[in-house]
């Protein structure tokens, strides 16, 4: 309970913000490619190629509209990337350090860029967060020894943000 107390504490949802507009917008492009194919932003190519996100982001959009699905893939990105960081430390840790790991994670500063720009845990939507989950996903399958399960999930960290799931790919 006191984790999601400092959940909740330290990341309200900022909504459609920062890089979130730029990924909304890449997603947008998706939906109704007619309306945004002569955006300057997206007419001559951004890493939305790079990408599963703004498909998937897209779809979700269809599904319950612009302002639910950034802030149901955020909450989705939250509990995957934290989830991700107690199996990790669950496994190289006994259980109640694990779960006190989590709530360092969450009570202690997230940014980790000049001019705090970028954050391990992000208050609106991108990929960044979903990746990293991914990465600690497969960083803890492979330490389980569980190495084609590693490769997977680290071929979806890549699929959804390639520059963060790099990370892992040094790891391994």
Known sequence: ASIVFLWVL??????????????????????????????????????DQLTLFSPLYASAIQ????????????????????????LLAKKIMPYGLAVFSVGLIIAVSSYYSAERVFFYIEMFITPRMLAEAFV???????????????????????ALHPLMAAAGLVFF
Do not use: C, M
């Not at 979130?20 to 932003?41: G, M, R, W």
């Not at 599904?63 to 107690?86: K, P």
């Not at 497969?138 to 960290?157: P, Q």
């Open 10 to 47: 330290f990341f309200p949802y900022a909504g459609i913000t920062h890089d979130a507009q730029l990924y909304t917008l890449q997603a947008l492009s998706h939906v109704e490619p007619e309306l945004y194919k002569n955006d300057i932003f997206l007419r001559f190519g951004s890493q």
């Open 63 to 86: 599904w319950v509209g612009l302002e639910r699905a950034g802030a149901w893939l955020t909450l989705i990105g939250h509990f995957l990337f934290l989830s991700g960081v107690f």
């Open 136 to 158: 600690l996903f497969s960083i803890t399958a492979w330490l389980s020894k569980k190495n084609i399960t590693a490769a997977i999930l680290l071929l979806i960290a890549l």
